[in-house]
T-cell receptor, first 110, second 115 residues
């Protein structure tokens, strides 16, 4: 099981770009990296997934270096509504024991 | 609206009560999950069903009993719960197994309070 490590919390300001880095040193060859967002008292919401290099969608970008031992979720021009907990998960679909860590609590300030 | 509906949204029950949580998805997914999220704790995977067959029981006490009658519905039957079981219970579904691998859709959750 690839364990992930993220900062516990981060603060940023509206309009800024926010980068959240996740470490997964023992990622396996078949593992994908997936990020979820969770607002208080709601279920997590899928944001983005990648295997290597860079992935971009309408919400975020995911940067994965060649060694894949870490990944960075990039949120462009954040707003107050981006205040949430962000989780990094690593898995290959064969193991259901995917563990949600404590995530990164992102607080956007006006 | 994620396509995964949980009822009820809030539930208060005594320790001697029996209640059930319901989850419904019409996304055509073949895997469904129950998670527990206690205050300021990570989500804990409780049960996984794939193609209506339970494939994971993550050391959950027997006072929690899941049921998956078909691929669209998932229940969590509760009996003789303890106050420490108070938490947000989340249902999720995905096409293919592994929340960390395939995009999973979560419901809004049921906020359970055991008194």
């Amino acid at each position: 099981l690839a364990k992930t490590t993220q900062p516990i919390s981060m603060d940023s300001y509206e309009g800024q770009e926010v980068n959240i880095t996740c470490s997964h040193n023992n990622i396996a060859t078949n593992d994908y990296i997936t990020w979820y967002q969770q607002f208080p008292s709601q279920g997590p919401r899928f944001i983005i997934q990648g295997y290597k290099t860079k992935v971009t969608n309408e919400v975020a970008s995911l940067f994965i270096p060649a060694d894949r031992k870490s990944s960075t979720l990039s949120l462009p021009r954040v707003s107050l509504s981006d205040t949430a907990v962000y989780y990094c998960l690593v898995g290959d679909g064969r193991d259901d024991k995917i563990i949600f860590g404590k995530g990164t609590r992102l607080h956007i300030l006006p | 609206e994620t396509g995964v509906t949980q009822t009820p949204r809030h539930l208060v029950m005594g320790m001697t009560n029996k209640k059930s949580l319901k989850c419904e998805q019409h996304l055509g997914h073949n895997a469904m999950y129950w998670y527990k999220q206690s205050a300021k704790k990570p989500l804990e995977l409780m049960f996984v069903y794939s193609l209506e067959e339970r494939v994971e029981n993550n050391s959950v006490p027997s006072r929690f009993s899941p049921e998956c009658p078909n691929s669209s519905h998932l229940f969590l039957h509760l009996h003789t719960l303890q106050p420490e079981d108070s938490a947000l219970y989340l249902c999720a579904s995905s096409q293919g197994r592994g929340v960390g691998y395939t995009e999973a859709f979560f419901g809004q959750g049921t906020r359970l309070t055991v008194v």
